[in-house]
């Protein structure tokens, strides 16, 4: 049985020279996408900037948008595991905001990627529908979790209701700290939405009025 404490193994040189390509398109094709739209950027540009022939890139994706998306499932599968890895007397809201204030650093190493990301989307009426496609996956993804962590087969209603409002306040928040000082911290953008989130839907006392609500007042 192998040493648990052992360090992992070493990339060998093929996947390591495949890491390499891979990262090399994705940062030639934001580049692109930053500096001409997405729309107009063709995929033998996006190989050209990465010093690969045409061929190379639907070797690593299979379409343009594709390379937009590289992480995507591993950022899930991350959150998914970290989600029901929770105390159990945490309640799924406290244990969805510890989850990705602790997958929050991961983000800051990519802040640069990420800022060309949004802008490569603005430019793009289309590329923007993709992303809504890829969101409402990831929510079904999140809410199957949450169904898991409450011991049903399948989410319902409420299980997608909490993954839907988690996933844009998580989404909110990022989008604040790209807007931010470059030395801002990603984990104050997320604690102060949960905080407003937690807040909207904490009852009012009786006598006075809800919070977030609006009412109306006989004239």
Same mark, same amino acid.
């Given at each position: ?44 540009? #996006? ?18 948008? @594709? ?9 899930? $599968? ?45 430019? @793009? ?5 993709? &992303?809504?496609?890829?969101?409402? $996956?990831? %929510?079904?993804? #999140?809410?199957?979790? %949450? ?31 790209? @807007? ?5 911290? %990603?984990?104050?953008? #997320? ?6 989130? &937690? ?13 977030? &609500? ?6």
């Amino acid at each position: 049985m192998a040493d648990e404490a052992a360090e992992p193994a070493e990339p060998s040189r093929r996947q390591a020279h495949k890491l390499r390509t891979e990262r090399a398109l994705q940062q030639a094709a934001l580049a692109l996408f930053g500096e001409q739209g997405y729309d107009t950027t063709t995929t033998d540009e #996006i190989a050209e900037r990465a010093g690969v022939s045409p061929r190379t890139f639907f070797r690593y994706f299979p379409t343009k948008e @594709s390379v937009l998306f590289v992480g995507e499932y591993g950022w899930l $599968q991350s959150f998914n595991k970290g989600f029901l890895a929770q105390p159990e007397d945490l309640s799924d809201l406290d244990a969805m905001r510890a989850t990705l204030h602790s997958l929050a650093p991961d983000l800051t190493k990519r802040r640069a990627a990420l800022v060309l990301y949004e802008k490569a989307v603005a430019s @793009s009426p289309t590329l923007r529908g993709g &992303v809504f496609d890829h969101q409402q $996956q990831d %929510i079904a993804a #999140i809410a199957g979790a %949450i169904a898991m962590r409450r011991n049903r087969t399948e989410p319902d209603l409420a299980c997608t209701t909490l993954a839907t409002v988690v996933l844009l306040t998580y989404r909110n928040g990022v989008m604040r700290w790209l @807007s931010a000082a470059a030395s801002a911290d %990603i984990r104050d953008f #997320i604690a102060e939405g949960f905080d407003l989130l &937690v807040t909207e839907l904490t009852p009012a006392p009786p006598t006075g009025r809800r919070r977030g &609500v609006l009412r109306s007042a006989a004239r």
